[in-house]
Nanobody, 122 residues
Framework: QVQLVESGGGLVQAGGSLRLSCAAS????????MGWFRQAPGKEREFVAR????????YYQDSVKGRFTISRDSVKNTVNLQMRSLKPEDTAVYYC???????????????WGQGTQVTVSS
Protein backbone atom coordinates (compact mmCIF):
# COMPACT_ATOMS: atom_id res chain seq x y z
CA GLN A 1 0.00 0.00 0.00
CA VAL A 2 1.48 3.31 -1.10
CA GLN A 3 1.76 5.89 1.64
CA LEU A 4 2.92 9.47 1.57
CA VAL A 5 3.13 11.01 5.03
CA GLU A 6 3.91 14.69 5.47
CA SER A 7 5.37 16.24 8.59
CA GLY A 8 6.98 19.47 9.69
CA GLY A 9 4.14 21.95 9.42
CA GLY A 10 3.36 24.47 12.10
CA LEU A 11 2.96 28.12 13.04
CA VAL A 12 5.75 30.54 12.19
CA GLN A 13 6.13 34.30 12.01
CA ALA A 14 6.60 36.05 8.71
CA GLY A 15 10.22 35.85 7.64
CA GLY A 16 10.72 32.54 9.41
CA SER A 17 11.52 29.08 8.11
CA LEU A 18 10.01 25.61 8.14
CA ARG A 19 11.12 22.29 6.70
CA LEU A 20 8.48 19.90 5.45
CA SER A 21 9.21 16.24 4.92
CA CYS A 22 7.30 13.58 2.99
CA ALA A 23 8.00 9.95 3.83
CA ALA A 24 7.20 7.70 0.87
CA SER A 25 6.61 3.96 1.21
CA UNK A 26 4.78 1.02 -0.30
CA UNK A 27 6.44 0.83 -3.71
CA UNK A 28 9.49 1.86 -5.64
CA UNK A 29 9.28 5.50 -6.69
CA UNK A 30 12.00 5.20 -9.27
CA UNK A 31 10.83 7.12 -12.33
CA UNK A 32 8.24 9.05 -10.37
CA UNK A 33 7.83 12.79 -10.08
CA MET A 34 7.37 14.00 -6.51
CA GLY A 35 5.46 17.21 -6.06
CA TRP A 36 4.51 19.60 -3.31
CA PHE A 37 1.17 21.36 -3.58
CA ARG A 38 -0.74 23.67 -1.25
CA GLN A 39 -4.32 24.66 -0.69
CA ALA A 40 -5.46 27.74 1.18
CA PRO A 41 -9.03 28.07 2.51
CA GLY A 42 -11.45 28.82 -0.30
CA LYS A 43 -8.83 28.38 -2.98
CA GLU A 44 -7.92 25.64 -5.41
CA ARG A 45 -4.97 23.37 -4.81
CA GLU A 46 -1.89 24.89 -6.42
CA PHE A 47 1.50 23.60 -7.46
CA VAL A 48 4.52 24.61 -5.37
CA ALA A 49 7.52 22.55 -6.51
CA ARG A 50 8.41 19.21 -8.04
CA UNK A 51 11.44 16.95 -8.37
CA UNK A 52 12.18 13.72 -10.15
CA UNK A 53 12.93 10.82 -7.86
CA UNK A 54 16.41 10.71 -9.36
CA UNK A 55 16.83 14.35 -8.33
CA UNK A 56 17.89 15.32 -11.82
CA UNK A 57 15.09 17.78 -12.52
CA UNK A 58 13.52 20.43 -10.31
CA TYR A 59 10.88 23.07 -10.97
CA TYR A 60 9.30 25.77 -8.80
CA GLN A 61 6.25 27.97 -8.90
CA ASP A 62 7.40 31.54 -9.56
CA SER A 63 6.18 32.85 -6.19
CA VAL A 64 8.44 30.49 -4.21
CA LYS A 65 11.59 30.65 -6.35
CA GLY A 66 14.56 31.70 -4.26
CA ARG A 67 12.69 31.01 -1.00
CA PHE A 68 11.80 27.30 -1.18
CA THR A 69 14.11 24.38 -1.91
CA ILE A 70 12.89 20.90 -2.80
CA SER A 71 15.15 17.89 -2.32
CA ARG A 72 14.93 14.16 -1.91
CA ASP A 73 16.81 11.68 0.23
CA SER A 74 16.98 8.33 -1.56
CA VAL A 75 18.28 6.56 1.54
CA LYS A 76 15.46 7.73 3.80
CA ASN A 77 12.90 7.71 0.97
CA THR A 78 11.83 11.24 1.75
CA VAL A 79 11.12 14.36 -0.24
CA ASN A 80 11.73 17.61 1.60
CA LEU A 81 10.65 21.19 1.17
CA GLN A 82 12.80 23.78 2.90
CA MET A 83 10.83 27.01 3.17
CA ARG A 84 12.52 30.31 4.03
CA SER A 85 11.40 33.94 4.18
CA LEU A 86 7.86 32.77 4.71
CA LYS A 87 5.01 35.16 4.02
CA PRO A 88 1.42 35.17 5.31
CA GLU A 89 0.28 34.27 1.79
CA ASP A 90 2.19 30.98 2.12
CA THR A 91 -0.38 29.88 4.71
CA ALA A 92 -2.06 26.69 3.47
CA VAL A 93 -2.27 22.95 3.88
CA TYR A 94 0.76 21.51 2.10
CA TYR A 95 0.47 18.17 0.32
CA CYS A 96 3.04 15.76 -1.03
CA UNK A 97 2.13 13.87 -4.21
CA UNK A 98 3.64 11.31 -6.59
CA UNK A 99 2.97 10.79 -10.27
CA UNK A 100 4.52 9.63 -13.53
CA UNK A 101 4.17 12.87 -15.49
CA UNK A 102 6.41 15.93 -15.36
CA UNK A 103 3.59 18.39 -14.72
CA UNK A 104 2.20 21.04 -12.35
CA UNK A 105 -1.37 19.76 -12.78
CA UNK A 106 -2.51 18.14 -9.54
CA UNK A 107 -4.97 15.82 -11.33
CA UNK A 108 -2.03 14.07 -13.00
CA UNK A 109 -0.63 12.86 -9.68
CA UNK A 110 -1.71 9.41 -8.53
CA UNK A 111 -0.76 9.36 -4.88
CA TRP A 112 -1.32 11.98 -2.19
CA GLY A 113 -0.49 12.48 1.44
CA GLN A 114 -2.93 13.74 4.05
CA GLY A 115 -1.40 17.20 4.21
CA THR A 116 0.28 19.31 6.87
CA GLN A 117 -0.83 22.77 7.96
CA VAL A 118 1.53 25.72 7.56
CA THR A 119 0.44 28.99 9.13
CA VAL A 120 2.48 32.16 8.74
CA SER A 121 1.53 35.03 11.01
CA SER A 122 2.16 38.65 10.09
Amino acid sequence: QVQLVESGGGLVQAGGSLRLSCAASGRSFSGYVMGWFRQAPGKEREFVARITWSGGSIYYQDSVKGRFTISRDSVKNTVNLQMRSLKPEDTAVYYCAAGLTWTSVPQRYSYWGQGTQVTVSS
